[in-house]
Nanobody
Framework: QVQLVEFGGGLVQPGGSLRLSCAASGSWRTINTMAWYRQAPGKERELVASITNGGSTNYADSVKGRSTISRDNAKNTVNLQMNSLKPEDTAVYYC?????????????WGQGTQVIVSS
């Protein structure tokens, strides 16, 4: 059983910073790409940033230059540092990982953590 648990959401003022963390637990052969998605009320879930197990990163245009995704392969964690936050960054943020278990390659999701950017 693979589980992803997110930490770090909360209320932050516009212009502020927040760091989200996600830890994977369970058993697998490899963790491939890890990513952060978000879903705002009334909108579809969208990719925020992703990082391969080799460290290659990809960012949504809306967060490029304001956010940094990183991972620690030894600890099976992925982090998202977000700076210069805007009210439009308000959403539930989900950790995502593509994991090669003993039997198959599957996509896993965390339970989500709320981020509210408001004064």
């Amino acid at each position: 059983q693979v589980q992803l648990v997110e930490f770090g959401g909360g209320l932050v003022q516009p212009g502020g910073s927040l760091r989200l963390s996600c830890a994977a637990s369970g058993s697998w052969r490899t963790i491939n790409t890890m990513a952060w998605y978000r879903q705002a009320p009334g909108k579809e879930r969208e990719l925020v940033a992703s990082i391969t197990n080799g460290g290659s990163t990809n960012y949504a245009d809306s967060v490029k230059g304001r956010s940094t995704i990183s991972r620690d392969n030894a600890k099976n964690t992925v982090n998202l540092q977000m700076n210069s936050l805007k009210p439009e960054d308000t959403a539930v943020y989900y950790c995502n990982a593509v994991i090669n278990t003993v039997f198959s390659l599957n996509t896993y999701w965390g339970q989500g953590t709320q981020v509210i950017v408001s004064s």
